[in-house]
């Protein structure tokens, strides 16, 4: 019976940390501006704590027009990603295609991931601005 309440211990601990750490994502990446593939493009993170949001800022033709017709400047392309960093979505706006896409944080380095059915994905590369 000790061992299994050692075990059982453990398992919430280590749960808590993960948790812990995993919950600092969204926030982190509030108010922070990317450099996005190619450097065409700053965007800019906002969180409402639980989840993230992604908006166009600066660069490139501030009068460029999305697939959908609407202007790209402000417009939100990633939104609804969680505290892990998973279960958004990615608005491409020269494709005019919704994609789920998660996101993976390491250093001034952002890894963005969008896939159609879960089996087909594309990643890119992020770099923070300072």
Do not use: H
């Amino acid at each position: 019976m000790k061992r299994f309440a050692t075990i059982a211990l453990t398992t919430i601990a280590l749960g808590t940390m993960s948790a812990t750490a995993s919950a600092s994502v969204a926030g982190d990446l509030a108010g922070t501006k990317w450099k996005t593939k190619g450097g065409k493009s700053i965007v800019q993170f906002s969180s409402n704590g639980k989840s993230a949001t992604v908006k166009k800022i600066l660069k490139g033709n501030p009068n460029a027009k999305a697939k959908n017709g609407k202007k790209i400047k402000g417009m939100r392309i990633l939104w609804g990603i969680n505290s892990a960093g998973k279960n958004g979505k990615v608005y491409d706006p020269e494709g005019g295609k919704t994609y789920s896409g998660s996101v993976t944080l390491s250093g001034n380095k952002l890894k963005l991931k969008g896939c159609a059915m879960k089996v087909f994905c594309k990643s890119q590369t992020w770099t923070k601005v300072r």
